[in-house]
């Protein structure tokens, strides 16, 4: 069984670009979360998606979105990049449900200069 | 909205001594995280705190949730060097069985663990 996966590692952006960032969930997984980790933060919830539909979104605009494929991947898309956009980008897959745990990806660290 | 607060958010040790982390919650939930974070690195699961008195221990590390005071604990027992790292606690406010997985976080707790 695989683990949660993450591409990029790192990436660096200029200011106003678009970034996408790719997740593969551990296998069987059908629910991915996204997190933002800004430098000497916790983690903030961006949004969720549960069966490629978008099923809750934390306080982020609407240059952040997402897409959920039939294999359960995932994409972060990112319009408009601004200097504050500069962080570590976790995704979180698991079974969904009441019961069961998130396992976290390696993280992708996004730099916008 | 809901809020999760660490405390202390820097801590300081002494190998061999004990000490304990508190992160208070500010809305009912019946489940609780803790996470390890190495500098660098992502997230790695340490607890699962699925309801009211639950007590879990692995090593030096013991967790412990009561819910009623929206409270958890994480306790360390003689702590060694290996432990020093960042500590999160993250909440899942109670919700239908599609709305868990959207945890909101503490700051975290940068623990040292000196010789």
């Known amino acids: 069984e695989t683990g949660v996966t993450q591409s990029p590692t790192h990436l660096i952006k200029t200011r106003g670009q678009q970034v996408t960032l790719r997740c593969s969930s551990q296998s069987g997984h059908n629910t991915v979360s996204w997190y933002q980790q800004a430098l000497g933060q916790g983690p903030q919830f961006i949004f969720q998606?549960?069966?490629?539909?978008?099923?809750g979104r934390g306080n982020f605009p609407p240059r952040f979105s997402g897409l959920q494929f039939p294999n359960y991947s995932s994409e972060l898309n990112v319009n408009a990049l601004e200097l504050d956009d500069s962080a570590l980008y976790l995704c979180?897959?698991?079974?969904?449900?009441?019961?069961?745990?998130?396992?976290f990806g390696p993280g992708t660290r996004l730099t916008v200069t | 909205e809901l809020k999760v607060e660490q405390n202390p958010l820097f801590l300081s040790m002494q190998e061999g001594k004990n000490y304990t982390i508190y992160c208070n919650y500010s809305t009912t939930s019946d489940r609780l995280y803790w996470y390890r974070q190495d500098p660098g690195k992502s997230l790695e699961s340490l607890f699962v705190l699925l309801s009211n008195g639950a007590v879990k221990q692995e090593g030096r590390l013991m967790a412990s949730l009561d819910t009623k005071a929206r409270l958890s604990t994480l306790h360390i027992t003689a702590a060694v060097h290996d432990l020093s790292a960042t500590y999160f606690c993250?909440?899942?406010?109670?919700?239908?069985?599609?709305?868990?997985?959207?945890?909101?976080f503490g700051q975290g707790t940068i623990l040292t663990v000196h010789p």
């Open positions: 979180a897959s698991s079974l969904g449900g009441a019961r069961y745990e998130q396992y």
């Open positions: 998606y549960y069966r490629e539909e978008e099923n």
């Open positions: 993250a909440v899942d406010p109670a919700g239908g069985g599609t709305s868990y997985g959207k945890l909101t």
